[in-house]
């Protein structure tokens, strides 16, 4: 017989949570009603209004066919598509529940407690989130060029860094850090850090000297690219996303990720959008020429406008009495919900990007407000 467990008798103990998870405050999506708006103007997320390729959708619906089965779990179609299309080796990508799995499965992976994780300002807010879930200290970095720093990233390395992460473009901003700033900060890191990119918004630069990270993932063993599905390509409903690693660092997520982290409606519909590559360029266009448009607008009228090489833009109100709360409870009144946004001290407001007729309430509703 196997020997008792000792009795534990203490009834009030109470169950505890790892150190640190307790303090991190929960994830605040972008706000997605208003009280007496039956369908508000949704920009608050950075979803694409243009919806996914019709292709993906006619994908999305075959696949009712097979609701029963699991998921191919190698993701082999999916991955030999992205592989195709972009240019990259299949071997080296796995797909996952968003991108967002595939950031928690890395640090989850590489990052213990007591190890550090270097975290430039405008990034994706849930790499703080799995970094101190593993007990690891989330060191933030500014950007106060409103982009990566270099020289503050490389300065914020100490003997405990096990992975630097930056978006780019980043969020809310949706500047990009140019190629030769991005070897830079590569050429600055030990071998054993690991350089995250978060590259979420790559689908939308055009940007000769912008730099997504796949040409680094090749020749070197610490360089991971994320990438996603929700944003150019309209399927952030069906949470899948793509990451671009060196074998070694591959092996060790699929490793611990669950065999069916990518469901089969997902895999199916990327697959189908990844492949319809002029429906992608006609979204990429309408973005371009969309913000050509609106950044005009808009600073006709006085706002200042950070220039965005993504599909969301950050304004914000040089004249006295206006400033982005109050404008945000304009655009509300007018049925549009922005996302009001705080980067340090300052107060912005990040707009989503819409269709045409989108774009002109906003440009409509802004002019009315500061009128
Ligand atoms: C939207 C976004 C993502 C995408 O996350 P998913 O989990 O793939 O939907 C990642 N990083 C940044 C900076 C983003 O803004």
Not at 103 to 130: E, W
Not at 179 to 198: C, Y
Not at 208 to 233: C, H, I, Q
């Amino acid at each position: 017989m196997m020997p008792k467990p000792q009795s534990r008798t203490d009834a009030h103990a109470l169950p505890l949570p790892l150190p640190g998870i307790a303090g991190l405050a929960p994830y605040r999506q972008g706000k997605a009603t208003l009280s007496d708006v039956a369908e508000p103007l949704k920009l608050s997320s950075n979803e694409s209004m243009l919806g996914p390729s019709p292709r993906a959708i006619a994908a999305y619906q075959a696949c009712s066919k097979c609701l029963h089965l699991y998921p191919d779990g190698s993701q082999q179609a999916l991955r030999a598509a992205i592989g195709e299309v972009h240019g990259l080796d299949a071997d080296r990508i796995v797909c996952g529940n968003g991108s967002d799995e595939l950031i928690q499965l890395l640090i989850r992976a590489y990052v213990g407690p007591g190890d550090d994780v270097v975290i430039s300002q405008y990034s994706f807010a849930m790499a703080f989130v799995h970094a101190i879930a593993q007990g690891a200290n989330a060191v933030s970095v500014a950007e106060p060029q409103l982009r990566p720093d270099v020289d503050a990233l490389l300065a914020a390395l100490t003997p405990a860094t096990k992975m630097v992460v930056i978006a780019s473009p980043n969020n809310p901003v949706g500047q990009y850090l140019p190629r030769d700033e991005l070897l830079r900060l590569h050429a600055g890191l030990p071998g054993d850090v690991i350089l995250h990119l978060d590259s979420a918004y790559a689908d939308y630069v055009e940007a000769p000297d912008y730099e997504a990270g796949a040409t680094l993932v090749g020749p070197n063993e610490n360089v991971v690219m994320t990438r996603t599905f929700s944003k150019l390509y309209g399927l952030a409903g069906l949470r899948i996303g793509w990451m671009y690693a060196p074998t070694a660092i591959i092996d060790m997520v699929q490793r611990i990720r669950t065999p069916f982290n990518a469901n089969a409606a997902a895999l199916a519909a990327a697959e189908a959008a990844v492949r319809d590559t002029e429906y992608a360029e006609m979204v990429r266009e309408e973005n371009r020429t969309e913000f050509a448009r609106i950044s005009t607008a808009l600073t006709g009228f006085g706002i200042e406008v950070v220039p965005s090489a993504a599909n969301f833009y950050l304004i914000r109100f040089p004249m006295t009495g206006r400033d982005p709360v109050g404008a945000a409870q304009h655009l509300e009144s007018q049925g549009i919900i922005p996302r009001p946004v705080n980067t340090g001290p300052e107060a912005w407001l990040r707009i989503s990007i819409g269709r045409p007729q989108q774009n002109d309430r906003v440009i409509a509703a802004l002019q009315d407000y500061i009128r």
